[in-house]
Structure formats: structure tokens, C-alpha cells
């Protein structure tokens, strides 16, 4: 198993943050510094499970090296989420200790305080006394990625070193990763994409990572005019406010920018179904070819366009190295010629151990050792092509996955709301919009305003309805079950 950092280039620089450099013997010395100061004295963390609270930052970095160096667990948390968000993920893994940066720490003390876990701020974690480290198997968990799904709160994703290894190494051969790489950083650091296939791959790689807590597509504009960077990664969402942004600018401006995207070596989409409007119009403004892949928590990437090849608008390519695919059909049976769809299925090192706590989702995930996605796919010419999703509970947001159930739910305590359902509208800008078809209780008025307010404090700003419609009855079944895909229709 290869370690997860790079230590053939130490003078290289990791990462940059605002004006300052670390170079990867600076990175090094600060995890071990981390690593010993969590140990405190023990020769291994045992899996404990330490969670931080970090914007990208170094000092992110520091906290998820320090816990798998220390034999932790590490529970990456959403800085933007709630407090009944983050209790959930804290109180489903069994939480003992939380880092935060000084800043983000008065949000969450409170919830320490009352769930019993130390909160520690980042600059007190670190000892100058450096400890020797666990030797860690493959099989050893490292990482707890919360992710939403068919049931109303996330389930806690479990990998192991072994795991992460080889979703690393899989990227790192097939988008032919190299230590001149440099890599703007913006996604957020509590899933895959932002950990695994930027962050991870590029300090894998000995490549520089140009961390950043937030989008800013103007800032990110300059520097790309600059050629600042080798590669982009970024959900679809991203790429239209990159078109919407540059197709406002005066054109000599827009071109230079658009210069500096052709320059770049490789610009990558994913998280969520790429567009072709949006495939075609970035390959006029800047000429680049998107590569398109598709992955999941559970699995790391699995399929992927080629680095050199054809890339196929609309599809997401082949199996990357080392992973084998199958598509099965409703009956069960094995697809086994093109143009048939069926549900993708996994089979790979990269796929995750467990769900944390929950053996009968596990079992249910799998069948016969093969990881069922609940995506369908066809294949063309060999390239898979996303059909959707065997669950309409599953809506894909800007690039987050949100459970309609857990949606539902919240909205559900709202005094006004008597019945709920909600759906994902198809929108240009986030792919799906969250949209809320509700029945009003007796006298009951609610604006879509005042929801949003209302939701403030207990759902994330991303899961909030963009879209309300208020009925008079709630479509059913003879069963009485919502009918969805008719709802839809109502927005
Ligand atoms: C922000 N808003 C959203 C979303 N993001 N609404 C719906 N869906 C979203 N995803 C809303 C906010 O609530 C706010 O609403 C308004 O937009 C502005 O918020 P702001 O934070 O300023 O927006 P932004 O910075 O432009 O964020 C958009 C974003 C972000 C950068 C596209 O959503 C994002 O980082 N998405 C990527 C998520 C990701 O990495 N997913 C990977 C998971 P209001 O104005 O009403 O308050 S999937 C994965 O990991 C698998 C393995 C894979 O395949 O990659
Ligand atoms: P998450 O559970 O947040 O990791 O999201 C994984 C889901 O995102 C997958 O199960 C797919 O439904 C979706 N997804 C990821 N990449 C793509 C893609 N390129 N095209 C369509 N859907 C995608």
C-alpha cells in the first residue's frame, strides 16, 4: 500500500494557502507533530473516531493525515451544515474527540458540551515530542464520509486505508497525475471528490494544491488567466457558472481567460450528470475537452472517459484500471450486450467496508460481493451512458446528493405543514432543484420565503426548497403512496 503522502520531493511545495507555501517536509513535520500530540502517549489511536471541523485549509490537511497516521478514524464534518446535522454524524459514529479551527469551534461547543466529546482548536493539538506510529494495515478503517440516500439521515461510509489507496492510485495512472500538477481546491472537503480525487491524488502525486474555503469563479478567473494551473476537477454546477461568468465579460477579457483554460492540461467533470449544452459550450469558449467520470462514496471513481482517447459528451467512459463493472438487469441477470440498461454494479479495492453501525445496510448493498449503486447505465461503443437512478429519493444538487426523505422530514415539523413530498426539478444551473409540493394545514398560509427562513437553522442552505407549491391534495396511489414522477410535472 502506498503512503498517502509524498515524500520523494520535500522541497516540493503541497499546498498553498492565501500567500503562504508548505512545502511537503513542512507538511510532514506538522503531522507528526498532530499525530503525536492525539496519541498523547498511547502507541495507537485504535480507531477512535476524531471528527474536525476545518474550511480547507492546512490545517485540514494536518487533521486528516495526523488522525490515519495516529490509527484514528478520521470524520470529515460539513462546515456549512447544522447543529442537528453535525449531532447526527458525531452520535452515529460514537465521536470522542472533535478539532475545530478557532473560528468554527463557538458553533459547535455547545453540541460537544452536551454530547460529551473534548473539542480541541487545531494549533493546541500538535507535540514536540514526536511519537513512533502504527503500522496500518490495509484492512484498518480510516475514513467515515456521510452521504444521503433512500433513508431519511445519512449513513456513515466507512473506508479503509487499503480502500483509499487504491482509489488514489487508480486516478492517479489513468489521469496520468504528475508532480508538476497544480490544482485549485474549492469543493467541499466532506466528500470524495474534493478529498479523494483532488486533494489525495495531488498529494499522491507530489503535485501543489491551491486551497481555497470558498468558490470565487472571479478570483479563480484571474489566476487561470495566469496560467496558475495544470488541471481542473469540478461538478457540472460549477462549469455553468464558469460559462454564465465568462460569457458576461467584455471578449477580450473572456478570452484571455479562456486562454488560460485551453492551456491547461485537463479539465474534469463529475459528482453529477455533465450536460452536453454544457459539454459543447466549454468546448468553444476554451476549447477543452471535458473528461467526464462517474463515481460514488461507497466506491471511490469507477468509470471514467479517457485521458487519451475519445471523450464521449453524455457518457462517462469505461471502467477505470482495477475496477470491474456489471450491469444488471431487473430480473437479475447479467446484461450482456450493449444498448441493454441496467443497474451498475462494482466490484473493486476501492469499494468501501461498511456502513458505520448499520450491518443490514451493508448486507443489502451488496450482492454476491458486488456493490449495487442503484444507478442505471446503458453502454454505446463501450461507453456507459448515467440513464438515473432506481430511487426518485435521491436528488443530486450542485453536485450534493440529498435525500428527499430527510428533506421531507424537517419540513414535516414546520406548524404550517400538514403532508409533504418532496421532488428534484430539473434546473440549468444545479442539475436538479429541491421543489416541495405541500398541504396546508386548516387556515394555514406559507410562502417559500418564510420556508427558507424556517429551514435556517435546520437543514443545510443547499437542501432548502428553491421551488414551493402549495395543493389542495397530494397526487396518491390506491395504496396511498405519492406519485412522484407526477408531482414533478406540478413545477
Ligand atoms: C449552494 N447553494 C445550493 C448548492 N450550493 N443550492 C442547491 N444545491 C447546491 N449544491 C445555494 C446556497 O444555499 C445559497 O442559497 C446559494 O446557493 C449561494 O450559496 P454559495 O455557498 O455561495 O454557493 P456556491 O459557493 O456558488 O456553491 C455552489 C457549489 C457547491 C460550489 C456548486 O454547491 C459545491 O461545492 N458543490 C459541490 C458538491 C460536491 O463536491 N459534491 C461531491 C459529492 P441562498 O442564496 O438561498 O442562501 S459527490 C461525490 O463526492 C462522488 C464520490 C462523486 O462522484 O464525486
Ligand atoms: P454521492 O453519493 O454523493 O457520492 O453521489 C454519487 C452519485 O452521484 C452517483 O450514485 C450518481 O448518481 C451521481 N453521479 C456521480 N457522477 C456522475 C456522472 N458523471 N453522471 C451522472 N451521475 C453521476
New binding site residues.
Given amino acids: 500500500m502506498q503512503k498517502p503522502l509524498n515524500q520523494a520531493f520535500p522541497d516540493r511545495v503541497a499546498l498553498v494557502e492565501g500567500e503562504a507555501n508548505l512545502t511537503y517536509e513542512d507538511l510532514e513535520q506538522r503531522i507528526g507533530s498532530m499525530a503525536s500530540g492525539l496519541l498523547a502517549g498511547s502507541s495507537d489511536l485504535q480507531e477512535e473516531r476524531i471528527a474536525f471541523l476545518l474550511p480547507a485549509s492546512a490545517d485540514y490537511v494536518v487533521a486528516l493525515h495526523g488522525v490515519w497516521r495516529a490509527g484514528g478514524i478520521a470524520v470529515p464534518l460539513n462546515v ?1 451544515a447544522t447543529e442537528s446535522e453535525w449531532e447526527h454524524c458525531l452520535s452515529s459514529t460514537g465521536v470522542t474527540r472533535v478539532i475545530a479551527a478557532d473560528e468554527e469551534s463557538a458553533s459547535i461547543s455547545a453540541l460537544c458540551d452536551r454530547l460529551a466529546i473534548s473539542l480541541i482548536i487545531i494549533r493546541d493539538c500538535g507535540s514536540d515530542h514526536r511519537a513512533s506510529f502504527p503500522a496500518l494495515s490495509p484492512q484498518r478503517r480510516a475514513m467515515i ?1 456521510f452521504t444521503s440516500g433512500t433513508t431519511s439521515k445519512p449513513k456513515g461510509v466507512v473506508t479503509t486505508h487499503g480502500n483509499i489507496a487504491a482509489q488514489i492510485a487508480t486516478l492517479v495512472e489513468a489521469w496520468e497525475w504528475q508532480r508538476e500538477d497544480v490544482i485549485p481546491l ?3 472537503l466532506h ?7 483532488v486533494l489525495s491524488c495531488a498529494l499522491r502525486a507530489g503535485a501543489t494544491v491551491h486551497l481555497m474555503p ?2 470565487d ?1 472571479k478570483w479563480l478567473c484571474e489566476q487561470v488567466a495566469n496560467d496558475a494551473y495544470s488541471l481542473l476537477m ?2 457540472p ?2 462549469y455553468v ?1 464558469f460559462i454564465d461568468y465568462l460569457r458576461d465579460l467584455p471578449t477580450e477579457e473572456s478570452r484571455l481567460i479562456c486562454e488560460g483554460f485551453a492551456n491547461m492540461r485537463l479539465n474534469i467533470s ?3 450528470a455533465c450536460p452536453v449544452e454544457v459539454f459543447d459550450e466549454w468546448q468553444q469558449l476554451t476549447g477543452q475537452v471535458l473528461l467526464e ?5 461507497e ?3 469507477a468509470l471514467s472517459n479517457l485521458y487519451r482517447g475519445e471523450r464521449r459528451a453524455g457518457h462517462v467512459g469505461q471502467p477505470l484500471p482495477g475496477v470491474q463493472i456489471q450491469l444488471v438487469e431487473e430480473s437479475g441477470a447479467v446484461v450482456s450486450r450493449e444498448g441493454v440498461p441496467g443497474e451498475i454494479q462494482v466490484k473493486s479495492d476501492t469499494v468501501f467496508l461498511e456502513y458505520w453501525g448499520n450491518p443490514d445496510a451493508t448486507t443489502a448493498a451488496f450482492v454476491e460481493g458486488w456493490f449495487c449503486t442503484g444507478d442505471i447505465a446503458v453502454v454505446k461503443d463501450g461507453f456507459h451512458r448515467i440513464m438515473g437512478r432506481s430511487s426518485i429519493d435521491i436528488i443530486k ?6 435525500s428527499a426523505l430527510e428533506i421531507e422530514d424537517k419540513l414535516l415539523a414546520h406548524p404550517a405543514i400538514a403532508e409533504v413530498a418532496v421532488v428534484g426539478v430539473a434546473d440549468r444551473t ?1 442539475g436538479e ?2 421543489a416541495a409540493a405541500v398541504v396546508l394545514k386548516a387556515g394555514a398560509t406559507l410562502s417559500l420565503s418564510g420556508l ?1 427562513a424556517w429551514c435556517e437553522d435546520k437543514l ?5 426548497p ?1 421551488k414551493l407549491v402549495v395543493l389542495e391534495a397530494l397526487p396518491r396511489n390506491a395504496m396511498g403512496k405519492v406519485v412522484k414522477p407526477s408531482l414533478k410535472s406540478v413545477f
Wanted: proline fraction near 2%.
Fill in positions: 456549512a464520509v474549492f469543493l467541499p466528500h470524495v471528490h474534493g478529498i479523494i480525487n470558498k468558490l469563479i469540478a461538478v454546477t460549477i457558472k463529475g459528482s453529477a467520470r462517474y463515481g460514488m462514496t466506491i471511490g471513481m444538487s450542485g453536485g450534493y446528493k440529498l444545479w432543484a429541491v427558507k443545510s442552505a443547499y437542501k432548502t428553491k
